[in-house]
Every structure is written in structure tokens, then in C-alpha cells.
């Protein structure tokens, strides 16, 4: 007996990750204000991995609040080079600036996962990966962009690894999945593990 998983989210990315893994999977988009949430944990020495999971946890309740009895999934995603948080670019000029900055240095994708029911947290997880992005010119930045056009304000890093975006890298460490946004394997074993799939 499989559960239909309520994921919390509106990513077309994750939502196909788990249709594809043979999830049964139901998108619900949750109403968040992430900048507002995350706030005041800028400068309060909270790991980039944990606001991913604050973020992540703050979505699964908020949808869960609207569907009693439910297992939901809360995804979030967060872009750190050092101690510095990246959001997703609002223009081409901020996906630029983006890219000149993580040129030739090696930044962490932080993929957090959280399941609720009922309001009540059952499991959360942050997948990790560390990807080496190859010394760009400034000239090739500007074509790639041009290139890959609005897909590069989708994504944290402006770059899309599924797509031209692995061009940009030199280095990559850690799975797929957690790069495109959903820490899938342990998700999947920790739904086995509740029952909510065939296992």
C-alpha cells in the first residue's frame, strides 16, 4: 500500500524526480515568505545547511496545516560559498554577478528535506554537494548567459548542471539529485522505512 506524498512545493524539477522514482506525488505549493523567515537567521551564526532546513520545515508545516493527515515533503535549497548565502538571481545582471563570484572557487550546494504530518516534524535531512566551478572570463559569462536566457534565474547559482551549466564546472562532488534540489535516495529510504512506499 503506497501513500500519495503531498510535496510542498511548486518545482517542476523535484515534482518529476519523485513521479519518476515511482512516487505518487501531489504538488502544493506552500505560501512562505522565505526571504522574511530566513531574515533573522542572517549574521546568527546559522549554518547554510540549517537555513535551508528551516526553510524547508517552515513549507512542510505550512501545507500541512491545510492537509490533515498527509504525509508532506518540504524542500529547500541554499547556495553557500563560505559563509555567504546565494539566492536566486532576480535579473541577468544579479545571474552575472553570481557567476563572477563562484568563478574558479568551490561552493556547496545544501539540498534539505523535511516530512510532516499533522504539523508534527517525522524526518529531516540535508544532502550535501560540492561543486568546483572553472576560472570563467567575464566575455564567455556574458555569451553563456545569453544563451541559456531566463533558465539561469531559476536556480540558486544561475547555472543549470541538467543543461549548459556543466560547462561551467570543473569538479563535481556528490549526487545528482541533491544538485538538482531533493537529497532523493535517503528521502526514499526514509519513506520505505514509514511505509508510505512499497519496500
Known amino acids: 500500500m503506497t501513500e500519495k506524498i503531498i510535496l510542498a512545493s511548486g518545482s517542476p524539477f ?16 506552500a505560501e512562505v515568505d522565505e526571504r522574511a523567515l530566513e531574515a533573522p537567521l542572517q549574521g546568527s551564526g546559522v549554518s547554510p545547511e540549517d537555513v535551508a532546513l528551516v526553510l524547508a520545515e517552515a513549507k512542510a508545516t505550512e501545507v500541512s496545516a491545510r492537509k490533515p493527515g498527509a504525509l508532506v515533503l518540504g524542500c529547500d535549497q541554499t547556495l553557500s560559498l563560505g559563509d555567504e548565502v546565494f539566492h536566486k538571481p532576480a535579473d541577468m545582471e544579479g545571474a552575472r554577478r553570481h557567476l563572477l563570484a563562484l568563478s574558479g572557487k568551490t561552493h556547496q550546494l545544501n539540498s534539505a528535506a523535511v516530512l510532516v504530518r499533522d504539523g508534527a516534524v517525522l524526518w529531516r535531512h540535508v544532502g550535501i554537494a560540492s561543486l568546483t566551478m572553472r576560472k570563467l572570463d567575464p566575455a564567455f559569462i556574458g555569451r553563456h548567459l545569453a544563451r541559456v536566457g531566463a533558465k539561469a534565474l531559476s536556480s540558486v547559482g544561475a547555472y543549470q548542471v541538467e543543461g549548459e551549466g556543466i560547462q561551467l564546472f570543473d569538479k563535481i562532488e556528490g549526487d545528482h539529485f541533491t544538485i538538482v534540489g531533493l537529497p532523493l535516495l535517503p528521502l526514499l529510504a526514509e519513506l520505505r522505512t514509514l511505509g508510505a512506499i512499497d519496500g
Open 14 to 29: 523535484r515534482k518529476a524526480m519523485l513521479a519518476n522514482a515511482g512516487v505518487d506525488v501531489e504538488a502544493v505549493p
